[in-house]
C-alpha cells in the first residue's frame, strides 16, 4: 500500500510540474508579448472576432458529440465526417452548378438557403446511415467495440466522397455581395464574419427551443437520463437516439456552411481536425451539456485565434501559426488530464454503460 | 396463383435498395473504372466485373437463402426480381451518365466507366441488364446447393480469384525459377489462362469439398504432438531462412513491410489486444524509434554522433519506450475512450512538431533526415531487400519470443484481467496504473524497434511518413487477425500491408476498404479471423448464456 501511494505521488508530482511548466510559458509569454506589444487595437480586435467566428463553428460542430455522449455516452469519432460530407456534397453538387449558371451571383439568399438544406440534409442521411449501420448493432458491446466501428466509419466516408468528388480542394464559388467589411463600433469586420455569428446565434437559440419546450426534445433528454425509464414512458428509444443523431448532424451541417463560406474551400479531410477541435470544445464545456458545448466551442476559438499571437511570438519561436493546431491539441490533452469534467461543468458521475 | 401463395417479398425491396445502392457506389466512386484493365482470367473477365456484378449476386443468394424450408425454389423467384431490380437502376443510371453531363459534379463516372459497365460494345445497356439478372440468378442458386459443395464453390473461386489478380508477380516469379516457356502458357498479359483458372479451380475445389467430406486424413506418419511440433518448427524455420531466395527482390521488399508491419502490430496488440488500451497515436512511437536512429547514425548534417546501427537499436528501443512510459503516466489514469482520444491528439502533436520550424535545426523540419547508413555485418552493408529481411527476422522473432512470454506470463494475466474489468481487476489487488503503463511501454518499444528499422531501411526519413494513418493501419490490422492473437496478428499484416502493396490497382481505395473492414469486423466476426482463445470466449458468452436460458 505504501508503495503504491509513494507510485501515485511520483505520477502527480510530474502532473503538478507539467501544470506548471505550462502555466509558465503562458504567463511569460504574455507578460513578454504585452511589453514588447507588437500589434496594434485593430490586430487584437481582428483576433478576437475572427475567433469569435471560428469557435462559433467548433461550437456548432461540438453540440453533435456533446449530444450524442448525452444520450450513448459514446464517443461519436465520426462526426467530423458527418460535417464534411454535408458541405462537400453540396458545394460540388450545388453550389458549384449554381454558380456556373449565374444565379448565385443574382439570387444569393435563396441560392445559400439551398446549398445550407442540402449540407444539413445530407449531413442527416450520412449520420443515420452510419448510426444505423456502425452503431446500433453494437450498442450493448463493449464500449471499445462502436468506437472502432466509428474509426472504420470515419475513413470509410471520407474516402468514399472523395471517391465520389475528387482528392482536389475544391473552392467554394464567391458571393459577391457577402465580400468586403461592415463599419462596428471603430472598427470594421468581414461580412462573411458577421454572417457566421449571427447564424449561429439564431440556430443555436433554436435549437435550445427545440431541446428544451419541444416534446422531440423533452424526448432526447428523457433518453439521455435513463433509457429503460424513458421506454417505459412510451418513448421510442431508437428513434430518439436517431433524432439526437440527426440533430448533432443538422448542426454540423450548418457549421460545413459557415465553414465554406469563411474559408472558401472544400475538401474530403476537412472533418478530421475541425472534428477533434469540437471534441475538445465539447469536453471543455463539459460533455453532455449544450450550453457547455457552446461556451467551450467559443473558448477554443478564441485561445487559438489569439494564443500564437499572445504567447508563442514572444518566445521566439520561429514560424509560430504553424504551432495553431498544436495548441488546439495540447489544450485536448491537457483538459482530458486535468480536468476531464470540463472547465465550468460539474463532476459527472462515473457511467458505465 | 397457388404457386406464388406465401411468397414472402417483405425484406426485397430493403435488399434490393442496398444491393442497387452498392453497385452504384463501386461503379461512381472509381472503382470500377480502376479495375477495368485487370484480367482476372485473359480475355474472359476483370476484377471490375465482379465489382459491379459481385454485389447483385451477394445479395440474391442473401434473399434466396431466407426462402422456407421445402420451399425453396422462392428463393429463385426472389433472385430474379432483385436481379431484374438492380438491372433496371444500372440500366437507367447508364442511360443518365450518356446523356447528361454528370462527370462535372461526380469525377469518376467517365465515359471509360460508362464503356466498362455496358461491356465494351454499343447497346450493351442489355447486356448489362443481362448479365445482372444471371448474376443474380447465379446467387440465388447457390443457395440452392448443398453447403459443403457451395463451400467449395466459394473456396474454389476465391482461391482462382486471388491467383488471377497476383498473376502479374506470379508470372515474374515462374520466369526466374522455371523459364518463360511455363509462365506464359499459365499466365499471359497480367491474368490466368483459361485452362489453368479451369484446372486451379476445380482443384481447390476438389481438395476443399474432400476434405470437408473427411475423405482427406492426415497424410504421413503419424507423429507424437511433441514430434510433430518440432518438424514444424524446423520446416518453417527454413522456409524463412530462404524465402528471399524464393521470393525475389520485389516481393521480398513487401515481405519486409509486412514484417515491420508485424513487429508494430505485436506492441500494439500489447495495448490494445491484451490490455485493453486504445491507442489511437501509436505511430508517435514509431516515429521516435526512427528519429532517434536518424539522429544517432546520420553521417548528414544532422546526425549527432554517427555510431552504428546495431548500437543505436538498443538505445532507440529504450527511448520510444521511456516516451511511451513518459507519455503514459498522465493519461492511464483516463477512461477507454478519453485515452484514444488523447493518445490521437499526442500523435498528431508529435508530428506537427517534426513538420514545424520550432524543431527543424534538430530533425530537419519537412527535408526530414538524410543519409542514414545501412547496417553493417563485418565490411558487408546490407543494402538489398533480401539482406536487411534477416535484419526484419531477427526483430520480429525477438518480438514474437518476448510477446509470447509476456502474454503467457503473470503480467499478461493482469493486463487481460484489466481488460476485461478494471474495478474487479483492481479489487483482485492489481495496481492499475502500474500495469497499463508496462503495457504502454512494453509496446512503444516494439514500436521503437519498428522505427528504427524503418529509418535505416529507407535511408532518409520524413514527418510525413508518420501519420495518423499509421496508426490506423496497425489497429486495422490486429483488429482483421484478432486481437490479443499473435499469428491472427501476422495474418492481419499479411492481408492489410502485403495485398495492397501486390494490388497496386488498389492502394487508392486502401483507407475505404480499411474503413469497411473494421465495421465489418466489429458486427459480424469481432473476435479476428484468427481469434485468441480468450477473447472468443468472452466475445461469446452471451451467446451461450443464451442458448442455455
Known sequence: ?353 | MSFFKDLDLRKLPMQLLVASIITLSVSAIGMVELFGGRFVITGLFTMAQILFLGPTAFFAYRAAQEAPEGKKWQGMIKALLLGVGVGLVMVVFVWLAQNLDVRSIFINISPRLINILTFEHAGGATTLFIALVLSALAGGALALVPDKLRNALLVGAGVTLLVGLLSEILAERLRSLFGSQLSSAIIASKALQVVPAAVLFLLVAGISYMRQSGRIGKVGPTLKPSQTKIVRTALISLLLLVLPMLLGSYLTEVTNNIGLFFLMGLGLNIVVGLAGLLDLGYVAFFAIGAYTMAALTSTGHLGLAGISFWVALPICVAVAAMAGFILGMPVLRMRGDYLAIVTLGFGEIIRILALSDLMKPYIGGAQGILNIPKPMVGELALIRPEQMYYVILIGVAIAMFMSTRVRDSQIGRRWMAMREDEDVAEAMGINLVNTKLLAFTIGAGFSGLAGAIFASKLGSIFPHSFNLLISINVLSLIIVGGLGSIPGTLVGAIILVGLPELLREFAEFRWLAYGVLLVTMMLNRPEGFIPSEVIKRELHAGDEAEQAG
Open chain 1, 1 to 353: 500500500m505504501r508503495d503504491r501511494l509513494r507510485k501515485l505521488d511520483f505520477i502527480d508530482l510530474f502532473l503538478w510540474i507539467v501544470r506548471a511548466a505550462i502555466v509558465a510559458v503562458i504567463l511569460i509569454g504574455t507578460v513578454k508579448t504585452i511589453l514588447s506589444n507588437p500589434y496594434t487595437l485593430r490586430n487584437w480586435e481582428d483576433f478576437i472576432i475572427f475567433g469569435i467566428a471560428q469557435g462559433s463553428m467548433y461550437a456548432l460542430i461540438a453540440i453533435g458529440y456533446t449530444l450524442v455522449y448525452g444520450v450513448l455516452q459514446m464517443i461519436n469519432f465520426a462526426h467530423g465526417e458527418f460535417f464534411m460530407s454535408g458541405i462537400f456534397a453540396s458545394t460540388s453538387a450545388v453550389a458549384i452548378p449554381l454558380a456556373r449558371a449565374g444565379y448565385l451571383a443574382s439570387h444569393p439568399i435563396p441560392s445559400l438557403l439551398l446549398i445550407a438544406l442540402c449540407s444539413i440534409l445530407i449531413s442527416i442521411a450520412i449520420s443515420l446511415l452510419t448510426e444505423r449501420i456502425a452503431y446500433r448493432p453494437l450498442r450493448h458491446a463493449p464500449r471499445l467495440m462502436p468506437l472502432i466501428t466509428a474509426i472504420g466509419a470515419s475513413f470509410f466516408w471520407q474516402y468514399y466522397f472523395r471517391g465520389l468528388f475528387g482528392s482536389q480542394v475544391i473552392p467554394f464559388p464567391d458571393i459577391p455581395q457577402l465580400e468586403g467589411t461592415v463599419p462596428f463600433l471603430h472598427t470594421f469586420v468581414l461580412k462573411s464574419h458577421v454572417l457566421v455569428i449571427f447564424v449561429t446565434l439564431v440556430v443555436l437559440v433554436g435549437l435550445n427551443f427545440f431541446i428544451t419546450s419541444t416534446r422531440p426534445g423533452k424526448a432526447i433528454r428523457a433518453v439521455a437520463e435513463n433509457k429503460d425509464v424513458a421506454a417505459l414512458m412510451g418513448i421510442n428509444v431508437n428513434r430518439t437516439i436517431s433524432l439526437t443523431f440527426a440533430t448533432g448532424a443538422a448542426m454540423a451541417g450548418v457549421a460545413g456552411m459557415l465553414y465554406a463560406l469563411v474559408f472558401h474551400q472544400v475538401h474530403f479531410f476537412m472533418g478530421f481536425i475541425p472534428g477533434i477541435k469540437a471534441f475538445t470544445a465539447a469536453v471543455l464545456g463539459g460533455i453532455g451539456s449544450i450550453p457547455g458545448a457552446a461556451v467551450g466551442g467559443l473558448f477554443l476559438g478564441l485561445f487559438e485565434s489569439l494564443g500564437p499571437s499572445l504567447f508563442l511570438q514572444s518566445l521566439g519561436i520561429p514560424a509560430f501559426n504553424q504551432l495553431k493546431d498544436v495548441i488546439a491539441f495540447t489544450m485536448l490533452v491537457l483538459v482530458l488530464i486535468f480536468r476531464p469534467q470540463g472547465i465550468v461543468g460539474e463532476r459527472l458521475k462515473e457511467k458505465k454503460a
